[in-house]
């Protein structure tokens, strides 16, 4: 079974960019999360969605930042303009709905630098 | 909403020493607690979690213990070995909500 893939695996931009950020999920996982890690700090959560609908959105941090899941399967997010505080790891998880409440597997994540 | 309290930031054990990382939470309607370790540049890896109706589970040399009463919960590594040099992730999961709330991390490094 493939895990959670996620693209690109870096991004360099500048301050006012607009940057895209992809997560495929394990197929067949409903449950779909964006979080960040931040200079080394704790990891975040951004948002949750389940199928294409967003669950809760309640840790994005402002209206840059645009997640989206059409179709229910894998997710883009989207930050426009970045600014240099959105520099981090944003890593994506899913988990299904049967089996182990709670468990989501993670993907490797995308760094994203903004000088 | 909840908040996750994780002590050490850093740790260093001599190899086939113990490692202990603890946990605090505030909400007391989570229910699941995972532990993450992430390698560098990997993705972090579930390596074992625990739920509010046990108080210890163990995997090899892997155990994590929960006192509900208290809120904390925490990682026991038994004869580390240098490949368990990691980021540890402490998180917890509130009854009401799916995301998970982690703790800010415990460099581990197993010195050979």
């Known amino acids: 079974e493939a895990g959670v893939t996620q693209f690109p695996s870096h991004s360099v931009i500048e301050k006012g960019q607009t940057v895209t950020l992809r997560c495929d999920p394990i197929s067949g996982h409903d449950n779909l999360y964006w979080y960040r890690r931040v200079m080394g700090k704790e990891i975040k959560f951004l948002l949750h969605?389940?199928?294409?609908?967003?669950?809760?959105e309640s840790g994005m941090p402002n209206n840059r930042f645009l997640a989206e899941r059409t179709g229910g399967t894998y997710s883009t997010l989207k930050v426009q303009p970045a600014e240099l505080e959105d520099s981090g790891v944003y890593f994506c998880?899913?988990?299904?709905?049967?089996?182990?409440?709670?468990?989501?597997?993670f993907g490797p994540g995308t760094r994203l630098t903004v000088l | 909403g909840e908040n996750v309290e994780q002590h050490p930031s850093t740790l260093s054990v001599q190899e086939g020493d113990s490692a202990v990382i603890k946990c605090t939470y505030s909400?007391?309607?989570?229910?699941?607690f995972p532990w993450y370790k992430q390698e560098l540049g990997k993705r972090p890896q579930l390596i074992i979690d625990?739920?509010?109706?046990?108080g210890e589970k163990k995997d090899q040399r892997i155990a994590v213990t929960l006192n509900k009463t208290a809120k904390h919960f925490s990682l026991h590594i038994t004869e580390t070995q240098p490949e368990d040099s990691a980021v540890y992730f402490c998180a917890a999961l509130s009854g009401s909500a799916r995301q998970l709330t982690f703790g800010s991390g415990t460099q581990l490094t197993v010195l050979p």
């Open positions: 998880a899913s988990s299904g709905t049967s089996g182990r409440v709670g468990e989501q597997f």
């Open positions: 909400d007391s309607a989570s229910n699941y």
């Open positions: 625990i739920r509010s109706n046990v």
């Open positions: 969605f389940v199928k294409e609908s967003k669950q809760d």
